[in-house]
């Protein structure tokens, strides 16, 4: 549950994306741990006047003086948290890069060590909130890469940081009342609330208001701790979430269809609902060629374009949006969720990119960088920074132009 809203951006903690979104994913950092230390407070006494005003406006929403001395007493400002939100990269990547990441081998392979260690707490999970163990552990896998990237910056320090620096600052400020009013609760304690630099927090990434909406106390300790290293209450505070926002249970959030020839792409898109049927009429099916059974009304999206994967899509696909609104993290999460379950990779190919190379000429080319002495750091496909810096120094080694950027021609050389 973040705040900027991000198209096609991966906010995977694995892959230290962005902090934080409009409604979801991606920690940040590591567990939960000593500040890191590019996120250290440094002497600012224009900081310190905007604290000492702020004080009264918490007191004028509830926040005792005790809460107050105590969380407000170790804040410092912090500007690299400044340079985070104000140079924010924003990029895009394509939905087969972003799904080569999200539901990587290596991530299902936890992921199904994960549900299979927590199995019993995921369980009752489910008896009470009614969303999947598969589910519920998706979402965990893409907010903190279940539970390994937590985030580790001080919360009340950050938000107060970004409230004060001013350019979000009335949501920013509304945050760090929520925050001091979850320290107020006895939830944790200051210098255990830690996050991200945006201030999201814990193995599902709860921004403080949304903490505050949805979380709940799974364990009965008292305490609704989604820091802790039990991820029980996290877990079952992603579930009250989507349960709250209208989950139903056994039913899909899409299902991978084959369109037919000549189909009319402009009916394609959220926008446009029609029953399975409807759909089976005009020779849509799924990936084996059987009708897709009926799950409610369903959107036919085509997220890489006419030539790449559709999907069908159903009310829970919706819910998940409430979690995340960008497309690229509700089919990451579906998909995930669906690999944990036993299913298939995405069957549709998807289209060449923008340099004309495939998934397939990506993986080859940093194969080759690497086995020339340029190591890309892994051959997932994925032009990533690790990549680029292998491809500026084969290009500068070699006499061409260094460009970072990849190419067929760059791969017929490495042949």
Not at 45 to 66: E, H, M, V
Not at 116 to 145: C, D, F, H, K, N
Not at 252 to 280: C, I, K, M, Y
Request: with cysteine; glycine share 12%.
């Amino acid at each position: 549950m973040r705040m900027k809203r991000r198209t096609m951006v991966l906010g995977l903690a694995a892959t230290a994306v962005s902090a934080c979104a409009g409604g979801g994913p991606g920690g940040l950092a590591g567990p939960a741990r000593a500040p890191e230390p590019q996120f250290r407070p440094v002497p600012n006494p224009r900081f310190d006047a905007w604290l000492a005003a702020f004080r009264p406006r918490a007191a004028g929403q509830g926040i005792s003086q005790a809460t107050l001395d105590t969380a407000l007493r170790g804040a410092g400002f912090l500007p690299d948290v400044v340079d985070r939100d104000r140079n924010q990269t924003e990029f895009t990547r394509s939905l087969e890069d972003y799904l080569a990441i999200a539901a990587s081998d290596e991530r299902v392979a936890n992921g199904r060590a994960a549900l299979q260690r927590y199995r019993g707490v995921l369980t009752q999970i489910e008896a009470r909130y009614g969303v999947e163990p598969e589910v519920v552990t998706a979402i965990w896998g893409m907010e903190s890469s279940y539970g390994t990237r937590r985030g580790s910056v001080p919360v009340i320090s950050a938000l107060a940081t970004l409230a004060f620096d001013g350019r979000r600052g009335a949501f920013f400020e509304q945050q760090l009342v929520a925050a001091l009013r979850i320290l107020q609760n006895g939830d944790i304690t200051a210098d255990r609330m830690t996050g991200s630099w945006a201030g999201a927090m814990g193995h599902t990434q709860f921004i403080p208001t949304s903490y505050l909406a949805y979380a709940v106390d799974f364990t009965g300790d008292g305490r609704r701790d989604i820091w802790s290293e039990d991820p029980s209450d996290a877990l079952a505070s992603a579930a009250a979430y989507l349960s709250r926002s209208g989950w139903r249970r056994g039913q899909p959030w899409g299902v991978e269809v084959r369109l037919p020839s000549g189909f009319n792409t402009g009916q394609t898109g959220r926008g446009t609902t029609r029953s399975p049927g409807d759909w089976a009429a005009q020779g849509v099916r799924d990936m084996d060629g059987r009708v897709v059974p009926d799950h409610g009304p369903a959107s036919i999206i085509i997220p890489a374009g006419a030539s790449g994967p559709a999907f069908m899509t159903f009310r829970n696909f919706t819910v998940i949006t409430r979690y995340n609104n960008a497309e690229s993290y509700v089919i990451g999460v579906g998909h995930l969720s669906d690999r944990l379950r036993g299913g298939p990779p995405i069957r549709g190919r998807f289209p060449p990119d923008a340099q004309g190379m495939t998934m397939a000429d990506r993986q080859d080319l940093q194969r080759r960088l690497t086995a020339a002495g340029f190591d890309t750091q892994g051959t997932d496909g994925v032009i990533g920074p690790n990549t680029r810096a292998a491809i500026r120094a084969y290009q500068e080694r070699a006499g061409l132009p260094v460009t970072g950027e990849p190419s067929l021609d760059l791969l017929r050389r490495l042949r």
